[in-house]
């Protein structure tokens, strides 16, 4: 355990102060540390509900702290009724006599008097104790209410060159509603048709219709042309987590439910990776600069950079091991094995990426790769570090296994190996047309040519999946795909290895778990989706079979690259030439990856994972009643079930019925309904 901080202890058990701001002096930084924390303590006393926004929030993802380029911090309180886990504005201020915004604010400018009294007494009886604390000026909190039209505003007298800001979000149902607060100017005119189309514009990132709504935006005009895309959706703000590390005050701090896809909305995906440098600097800051993220020069992130930025008091410092590597895991949880790589792998140059490596190495050739031993070398780093992932969650399974069960298991720890094997297999396009159907969900002609639509934020052109009802036919054809070809197809190949007979008096069902809803791959020309890593290595069961399923060419550089058996790196494509075709593999265990896409083709694919077990009493397990002899609940259970229902879902075979085995649907398609399972953001994009 770290030393603890202390007024003898010598300076270099203290934490690193961290990297050198580039606008606020150390002073100023500190002043704004402590006057959050009063600000919180106040809003809490009060029960009004808030979130760190813009870039305070990204700090306290990308750096727990304030970003060392940055000059402010940014807070938005939360104006609504209803959110029905009790994280919101009005439904907390009924707990005040006079339940009305306004008024709580009132209270606000005594709150914060009391607080910098509060702290002026602490800090003089610590001096008088000699604890290293000077006696200086006392602070004064001041509240100003909107001091320009955006949002209101706190400051300290012992700093009147830094602030927070403090905006309001509100509900909105529709983009007539937003329109409505954005298309009147102050004077009362109507504002331009043309200012008005692009700001709407800028909301909808291209979409003609309401379908990002509802949304939580800012409650006033200025505030949203200034910042249109920095609202949160309904399921990225609630619950609102107090767990958020902010300098000093470490896992005390509000944010929202999913900060991560919101940070890529609000300053694009360089975000993690990149710094913006501002025209003005420290102790120069020029009067009204708002010198944004696209416009301003965006340099590399040092290692440095990443580090915490320090209170220079060395009493309230804290210890911190976050940096780079941090952070990268922390997004690989968060976007659920999507393109983490390529966020935050590098953060000098994008040629250091996996996709862009090999890609130089090949001269942007869009061919199958020889993977010569040039190309391998030049691979190594990457299969190495998935190499060594692959081999630490393989040993924290047996250790799990070996505790659990008081003995070594054999180290063939993945059930029913003999048909883990990849496998090609044809199916009928006309009994599944899951590309046709996707292609009209999104409203395009050709998957394959996606890249040439006029929507290219991605996340936009897939919104349709979002929807209910939009994507309700190709949820079914997926279902029934799964549930009368799949399950069917790895049944039959079960039975030739004979891979129940072990446990065959135990009971006549055999249930076959699988992804309630496909995870949908689409890499354009010039993308790039992951680097090598195996499934078991981002929280997948080992027990898992893959299921990979093109819905288009898939070739050359746009395919995606499995080795044959774990450890073999016999890197060779999943190729097809059209719909009709997929594979089966292993890849719990498999290393597999995707390349830089050079080739003119859009590569969509759906994949997901089935496994298999045996219940000791009938279809319906229980957490005791897995048949170990087939697949542990040990080794079935993962990440992805464990966040509760909705990733998986289930369906069993009866062999015990004539003729034939029948697949029947349980859980949500027999007992909730006949309704299918919404994804979420475990399925990964476009749900996260």
Sequence with gaps: ???????????????????????????????????LGALISCLDELSIPYVLIAGSLLGAVRSQSILFNDDDID??????????????????????????????????????????????????????????????????????RRPWPGCDRVKSSLASRVWIDIFIMQRYESIQDVLKVISVKDNGQAQPQEYIDGIASAIMSGSTSDSIFPLYHFD????????????????????????FSFGPLVKSVAGPAAA?????????????????????????????DTTSWEEGEKLPLSDEQYETVQHSRIQKRVWS??????????????????????????????????????????????????????????????????????????????????????????????????????RPFLYDVDSFPLHTILADTIGVDDL???????????RMLLFSLLDRDARKRFHQCYDAFVTTFCIPLLHSIAMSQSIFAASAAVSTSITYRYQAFPCIRVIRPGEFSIGPHCDIAYGHSIGNINFHIPLTPAFGTNALYVEGFPG????????????????????????????????????????????????????????????????????????FSSAGPGYYEEAYINMGRRPGPVVVKKNSMTYGGGTLTDPDKRVGFPFT
Excluded at 9 to 30: F, K, Q
Excluded at 223 to 240: D, G, H, S, T, V
Excluded at 362 to 388: G, I, W
Excluded at 608 to 622: D, E, H, M, S
């Design 321 to 422: 091991k976050h940096n780079r590597t941090r952070l990268e895991e922390y997004l690989a949880t968060s976007l659920n094995q999507t393109d983490v790589e390529v966020l935050v792998d590098s953060p000098k140059e994008r040629t250091n990426w996996f996709g862009a490596t090999v890609r130089t190495h090949t001269a942007d050739s869009p061919d199958q790769p020889n993977f010569d031993k040039a190309l391998r070398e030049v691979m190594e780093p990457h299969v190495a570090k998935a190499r060594l992932k692959r081999e630490q969650c393989e040993q924290e399974l047996l250790g799990m296994i070996s505790v659990k069960n008081g003995n070594v298991p054999s180290l063939t720890i993945a059930p029913y190996p003999t048909i883990r094997s990849e």
């Design 220 to 243: 006033n005009r200025k505030a949203i042309e200034l910042w249109p895309r920095e609202y949160f959706l309904p399921n990225e703000l609630f619950p609102i987590k107090k767990t």
């Design 75 to 144: 807070i938005a309180l939360i104006d609504d009724d209803s959110s029905d886990d009790g994280s919101n504005y009005r439904h907390a201020l009924e707990k005040l006599p006079d339940s009305n915004y306004r008024h709580a604010l009132e209270k606000l400018p005594d709150l914060l008097r009391e607080k910098s009294k509060q702290r002026s007494i602490e800090e003089a009886a610590s001096a008088k104790r000699g604890n290293g604390t000077k006696l200086r000026t006392p602070a004064t909190y001041m509240y100003k």
């Design 448 to 458: 394959s040519l996606l890249h040439e639509h006029p929507i290219k934020d991605k």
């Design 1 to 35: 355990m770290p030393p603890q901080p202390h007024a003898r202890a010598p300076i270099r058990d203290y934490p690193h102060i961290g990297p050198t701001p580039l606008l606020l002096s150390r002073a100023e930084v500190d002043e704004l540390y402590d006057l």
């Design 568 to 639: 073999r790196e016999d890197w060779h494509p999943l190729s097809s030439k059209s719909p009709g075709l997929g594979y089966i593999f292993d890849g719990a265990r498999c290393l597999h990856f995707a390349l830089e896409n050079t080739t003119e083709r859009t590569r969509v694919s759906v994949d997901f994972r089935i496994a298999i077990t045996r219940c000791r009493n009938g279809v319906a397990c229980g957490d005791d009643e897995v048949d170990d002899a087939l697949c542990s609940k040990d080794i079935l259970d993962d990440r």
């Design 260 to 288: 991560v896809q919101p940070l890529l909305r609000f300053f694009g995906d360089d975000c993690f990776t990149h710094y913006v440098r501002t025209e003005h600097t420290r102790g120069k800051k020029k009067k009204g």
